[in-house]
């Protein structure tokens, strides 16, 4: 288990899950990273904040979540002890969220946010730099809970990879663990993000997959295909098996194209295409999709930039 070490003075990284995206509601396997580009923290509304309006706004919105968390606590159901009199006492004095992360781009606005509370509130909380397997598993069923008044429905992942700003293995719902990930290289390989230019809406695009898996050919497709190229698209990037990674990517990004086509914007469905065509490049979502940043890989950065022609890319890993 791997330790973290941070001097984020109460800031919270951004996410990216790399892999999992749906498939860990049907216990696939998962693979979540922090990403250092984005960050949030609360905050007092100073000289450098932002206008009046997006503080007022913020500081509502963290009214209505501690409302949601009073009720839960109210009814004994809330899974972490808070001291929810001083966050409505800080709400009063102008406590706000203080975030570059895009809202509905796929890289945890919501899951940092849920983790700077839990960080700054909960009593007798579980501490990130000494956390273990068991901490692990605790935190993301409380995250679950917390996170779920923004989406309905949330996995926990997002805010325990922005509480604890380390990599994470999800091997199944119930086990997961700290990962090391291959290091950089100075190679032409690279995984990238593709900025879609608007937000995602992430609960009813949740509640059309969970209402698709109600019927049993979906389950089983997801069972015989979904699942089994997302989990070994892990497993070879952790391995560094760069050929068999490749061609686990067409597959898992030709599956999602097809069978969950109201996650992959518009605008970007030809885009998706023509990296399968050429195979310069693999789509897939980043989050739920609809939206947000969409992730690439590719095994040649520059033959790919050609072919996306116009849309900007930041590249988060080479290899």
């Given at each position: 288990?791997?330790?973290?070490?941070?001097?984020?003075?109460?800031?919270?990284?951004?996410?990216?899950?790399?892999?999992?995206?749906?498939?860990?509601?049907?216990?696939?396997?998962?693979?979540?990273?922090p990403?250092?580009?984005?960050?949030?923290?609360?905050?007092?509304?100073?000289?450098?904040?932002?206008?009046?309006?997006?503080?007022?706004?913020?500081?509502?919105?963290?009214?209505?979540?501690?409302?949601y968390?009073?009720?839960?606590?109210?009814?004994?159901?809330?899974?972490?002890?808070?001291?929810?009199?001083?966050l409505?006492?800080d709400?009063?004095?102008?406590?706000?969220?203080?975030?570059?992360?895009?809202?509905?781009?796929?890289?945890?606005?919501?899951?940092?946010?849920?983790?700077?509370?839990?960080?700054?509130?909960?009593?007798?909380?579980?501490?990130?730099?000494q956390?273990?397997?068991k901490?692990?598993?605790d935190?993301?069923?409380i995250?679950?809970q917390?996170?779920?008044?923004?989406h309905?429905?949330?996995?926990?992942?997002?805010?325990?990879?922005?509480?604890?700003?380390?990599?994470?293995?999800?091997?199944?719902?119930?086990?997961?663990?700290?990962?090391?990930?291959?290091?950089?290289?100075?190679?032409?390989?690279?995984?990238?993000?593709?900025?879609?230019?608007?937000?995602?809406?992430?609960?009813?695009?949740?509640q059309?997959?969970?209402?698709?898996?109600?019927?049993?050919?979906?389950r089983?497709?997801?069972?015989?295909k979904?699942?089994?190229?997302?989990?070994?698209?892990i497993?070879?990037?952790?391995k560094?098996?760069?050929?068999s990674?490749?061609?686990?990517?067409?597959?898992?990004?030709?599956?999602?194209?097809?069978?969950?086509e109201?996650?992959?914007?518009?605008?970007?469905?030809?885009?998706?295409?023509?990296?399968?065509?050429?195979?310069?490049?693999?789509?897939?979502?980043?989050?739920?999709?609809?939206?947000?940043?969409?992730?690439?890989?590719?095994?040649?950065?520059?033959k790919?930039?050609?072919?996306?022609?116009?849309?900007?890319?930041?590249v988060?890993?080479?290899?």
């Open positions: 288990m791997k330790k973290a070490k941070r001097e984020r003075e109460g800031s919270f990284h951004s996410k990216i899950l790399l892999f999992g995206e749906y498939g860990i509601i049907q216990n696939s396997m998962g693979l979540s990273i990403y250092d580009s984005f960050k949030g923290k609360l905050a007092y509304q100073g000289v450098d904040s932002p206008t009046a309006n997006a503080v007022t706004e913020s500081n509502a919105s963290l009214h209505r979540f501690a409302d968390l009073k009720t839960l606590q109210d009814k004994g159901e809330l899974l972490v002890q808070m001291d929810l009199v001083r409505f006492d709400i009063e004095k102008g406590i706000y969220f203080e975030s570059s992360i895009p809202q509905g781009f796929g890289v945890g606005s919501s899951g940092a946010l849920v983790a700077a509370l839990y960080d700054e509130y909960a009593l007798d909380k579980i501490e990130a730099e956390i273990n397997k901490g692990l598993k935190l993301k069923k995250f679950s917390m996170e779920s008044y923004f309905g429905t949330s996995s926990g992942m997002d805010p325990l990879i922005c509480y604890i700003d380390l990599p994470v293995l999800i091997k199944s719902k119930t086990n997961l663990d700290t990962v090391e990930l291959p290091a950089d290289k100075a190679g032409q390989g690279a995984i990238f993000l593709i900025d879609t230019g608007r937000p995602g809406r992430t609960q009813p695009l949740v059309y997959f969970l209402e698709r898996c109600e019927h049993q050919d979906f089983e497709m997801c069972r015989e979904f699942i089994p190229y997302n989990d070994q698209c497993k070879d990037f952790l560094g098996e760069t050929k990674l490749f061609a686990n990517l067409y597959h898992l990004s030709y599956f999602l194209l097809e069978n969950l109201p996650m992959v914007p518009k605008l970007f469905r030809d885009v998706w295409k023509r990296g399968l065509d050429s195979g310069a490049y693999y789509l897939k979502l980043c989050g739920s999709g609809g939206g947000g940043f969409i992730l690439g890989f590719t095994e040649d950065l520059e790919a930039k050609e072919h996306l022609g116009e849309h900007q890319i930041k988060i890993k080479r290899f």
